[in-house]
């Protein structure tokens, strides 16, 4: 007895709902792969800057860089590949809303001794005297795509206290996720995402609900629930860390979210 096989448009058919399937799953199973990546990539260049900074306190047996920060001593400590060239980097820089911005390491790089430095696993940071502190500029993949500010390519501070995070400190996750978006280093984007555990999905969420939360698209509030968005009085500016979503806590800190969590 014979035994009915698929007919050709059967098999066209199915094929077809395979391919729509894949076509819809596909990128999103990219981005998830991408992100995780990219996340690796973040905490990995974070934990060795912190582990840094830790091991240079430890050596001066002391609790804070108040006295300063000897930079040749302390590139020591990040073990680097030596200096790095144009090369190293991308030749071009967008911000979190696409627009093409300037290369942050360009005018670094144009010196003698540039303080640009290359590490073993591909990516370059810079490193600089900045307002009382010192600001470290990494782009965690080199000179691989996306070179976008906000995303592999940060600003993080060695600040004054010895900690590593933002520019300020103390300051509500809505804040940063204002400076993250608005000013030219996106400086504030690092505290987002320490405040949701380098996650890159929990991250946009937070820069997006910070956005919807301002009536002027702004974000800005600060440490003490105020702001620019005539919502942000009064207290949207806390993040609860972990799904990062913006929530009424007012004028909760970062860092006092993150011993909540």
């Not at 030749?91 to 144009?110: E, G």
């Not at 390519?153 to 520019?167: A, F, N, P, Q, S």
Request: charged fraction near 20%; hydrophobic fraction near 35%; aromatic fraction near 6%.
């Amino acid at each position: 007895m014979l035994k009915k096989g698929f007919t050709l448009a059967e098999v066209l058919i199915t094929l077809a709902i395979l391919g729509v399937i894949a076509a819809l799953t596909l990128p999103a199973l990219n981005t998830n792969v991408n992100d995780t990546v990219l996340e690796k990539q973040i905490l990995k260049f974070y934990s060795q800057l912190t582990d840094a900074v830790d091991l240079y306190k430890a050596q001066h047996e002391v609790d804070t860089l108040a006295s300063g920060l000897n930079l040749n001593e302390f590139i020591g400590l990040m073990n680097t590949g030596g200096h790095a060239t144009s090369g190293d980097v991308g030749t071009t820089y967008t911000n979190i809303d696409r627009t093409t911005v300037d290369n942050p390491f360009t005018a670094l790089l144009a010196e003698e001794n540039p303080p640009v430095y290359n590490l073993p696993d591909g990516s370059v940071f810079s490193i600089e005297a900045s307002d009382n502190m010192w600001k470290v500029t990494v782009d965690v993949n080199g000179r691989r795509t996306p070179n976008r500010l906000g995303e592999d390519t940060l600003t993080m501070y060695i600040r004054r206290d010895g900690k590593v995070g933002t520019k300020f400190a103390n300051r509500s996750t809505d804040t940063y996720a204002g400076n993250c978006k608005a000013d030219d280093a996106h400086s504030g984007c690092i505290g987002v995402m320490i405040a949701n555990r380098f996650n890159m999905r929990n991250y946009r969420n937070a820069l997006a609900d910070a956005s919807a939360n301002s009536d002027d698209g702004s974000g800005n509030g600060n440490g003490n629930g105020t702001g620019t968005g005539a919502n942000a009085g009064g207290g949207i500016s806390g993040g609860k860390v972990g799904d990062g979503r913006i929530i009424n806590r007012g004028s909760e800190s970062i860092e006092q979210a993150m011993k909540k969590n």
